[in-house]
């Protein structure tokens, strides 16, 4: 895998094809497995929004609103910020609301035990669902980084990505993800 190291700071310089990942997303929707659903519509997040598989987790169902494609997410410092996925993720996010029993936690991800699914849980999950739609390659930080290039592509400036990030230094993003 390419890696590029910046002045100590390691960057995976493998992109991620987006056609391809919204390819997997938009074909599972015609998916009835709730746990394909639940797998994609993590991926989608994680695509669209660039957050960390912490944040994931810690995603309540009341942190989405379907209505304007906005998510609600809490960072560790306990700052909220606002981002904008696309109408494939809020498709998946219909179709997992909709599978879901309505007596359960308010966890937007849950494991078998119906309880919040973890960091670790999450990542084992994503990747066999990676494996399982030809994304063997695929990461949560390369996920990150597409979406910072797609934010970069659209014109933001670094000041705006730190805030989507929900990051401190904007030099700290520019080694990490600067072309």
Known sequence: MPH?????????????DESTVVSALVATL?????????????????????????ELVALNVNDV????????????????????????TAALIDKHL?????????????NHGNTRLTRQG???VLAEYYQEVGLV???????????TRRLRTNGLQWE??????????VQRIKLRYAD
């Open 4 to 16: 590029a190291t910046t002045m100590g700071v390691r960057r995976d310089t493998t992109s991620v």
């Open 30 to 54: 015609a998916s009835h497995d709730h746990l394909r659903i639940r797998n994609a519509c993590m991926l989608g997040i994680l695509f669209d929004c660039g957050i960390k598989m912490g």
């Open 65 to 88: 609103d379907r209505d304007s494609c906005m998510l609600s997410v809490r960072s560790g410092h306990g700052t909220v910020r606002t981002i904008l996925f696309r109408g494939h």
């Open 98 to 110: 909709a599978n879901r029993r309505h007596n359960l936690p308010n966890a937007l991800f849950l």
């Open 122 to 124: 999450a990542t084992v």
């Open 137 to 147: 390659h695929l990461t949560q930080q390369r996920l990150r980084a597409a979406f």
């Open 160 to 169: 705006e990505i730190r805030v989507q990030l929900g990051l401190c230094s």
